[in-house]
C-alpha cells in the first residue's frame, strides 16, 4: 500500500464508518485530534477498521497515539506495515 492509497483509506473510513463531520479539514498535515476531532477511542477504531477492511496488521505494541498526530503520520505508518498495492 503507498502512502496516497492509505490516505484514501483513511478518508473512506473517516467519511463511511466513523461519520466524521470534519472531514474538510482532513489534508495530510491535519492533526488527528485538533482539526478533525478524534479522540483517542476513534483513533482505535480507525485503526481496526483498516485492520479488517484492508488487512493493515498493526501489532498492539506498535500503537502509540502520539505517533498518529497527523494524518500523514498516520499514513505513512499504514504504508509502512502494508507493502502491497491495493490498486493494480
Do not use: C, W
Not at 492509505?6 to 478518508?11: E, L, S
Not at 482532513?26 to 478533525?36: C, G, I, T, V
Not at 506498535?62 to 499514513?75: E, M
Amino acid at each position: 500500500m503507498t502512502k496516497k492509497e492509505a490516505m484514501d483509506a483513511i478518508y473512506t473510513i473517516l467519511e463511511h464508518e466513523l461519520k466524521l463531520p470534519t472531514l474538510e479539514q482532513f489534508h495530510q498535515d491535519a492533526r488527528m485530534n485538533e482539526d478533525l476531532a478524534l479522540d483517542s477511542i476513534m483513533i482505535l477504531q480507525l485503526l481496526l477498521e483498516l485492520e479488517m477492511k484492508y488487512g493493515v496488521a498493526i501489532p498492539d505494541e506498535h500503537i502509540d497515539i502520539k505517533a498518529f498526530y497527523t494524518v500523514g503520520a498516520l499514513a505513512a505508518f499504514v504504508a509502512d506495515k502494508q507493502e502491497e498495492p491495493l490498486y493494480d
